[in-house]
């Protein structure tokens, strides 16, 4: 969180006077604290002040339809769109087949995971400086991978079996959290049109957020 913070002071020197930018900024950055996103608020804040956003009178309504009208904008809605669905049908069931099926204590799970995060904080960086070398898209393709690694690797977990496969999936779950949500805001605001973006990263959370509640 200090990191997130230390981030968004040091962007601020050069803001703007649009309001809008900010609080969207700070309210991506809180709301993704606990799930290894906190470089998003000064991600998004720093793609936004690269080329200068003009405001908006337009209703709410026909902004979303010049939205939707786009095929990048699609683009970047379907991707946002097939991550959450996948993710909140998965999840849920992923914790709780640790607790039910393993018969995990929840002590154990909270230290693996402390440890798991540890090794996703350390290797943030090097993954970071990697994406830059071989483009952003092509390490998501490569994170995502070791995601789907880590759900094969809960699946050989077996209750009273041995907690290798366990381990191996916090492992490769822990790298792949390194760039899946920095690789994924990335990709989605090469898809906006930069003189409306703050307005249509809305648009598109809102739809997807809707479809994620409504999977889980």
């Not at 018969?103 to 290797?123: C, D, E, H, K, P």
């Not at 999936?169 to 990335?186: E, P, Q, R, Y």
Request: overall charge positive; aromatic content about 10%; proline content about 2%.
């Amino acid at each position: 969180a200090s990191r997130a913070d230390s981030l968004h002071h040091q962007g601020g020197a050069g803001r703007s006077d649009t309001p809008g930018r900010d609080i969207l900024g700070a309210r991506v950055a809180a709301a993704n604290l606990t799930s290894g996103k906190e470089l998003h608020g000064a991600l998004l804040q720093r793609a936004m002040r690269q080329q200068p956003q003009q405001k908006s009178k337009e209703r709410i309504g026909r902004q979303m339809k010049r939205a939707l009208s786009q095929g990048r904008f699609r683009m970047a809605l379907i991707l946002n769109c097939l991550w959450m669905f996948s993710f909140y049908i998965a999840c849920p069931f992923n914790s709780s087949y640790q607790v039910k099926e393993l018969g995990l204590s929840y002590t154990f799970i909270m230290v693996v995971n402390f440890l798991a995060n540890m090794v996703r904080v350390s290797i943030t960086p090097r993954i970071g400086r990697r994406a830059d070398q071989i483009g952003m898209a092509k390490m998501l393709k490569y994170v995502l991978v070791f995601y789907l690694l880590g759900y094969v690797f809960m699946i050989c977990a077996r209750p009273g079996g041995s907690l290798v496969f366990y381990l191996l999936s916090a492992l490769t779950t822990a790298v792949s959290w390194s760039f899946i949500s920095i690789g994924l805001l990335g990709i989605q605001l090469e898809f906006l049109d930069s003189d409306r973006r703050t307005i249509q990263y809305t648009i598109l959370s809102v739809i997807s957020g809707v479809l994620g509640f409504a999977v889980s």
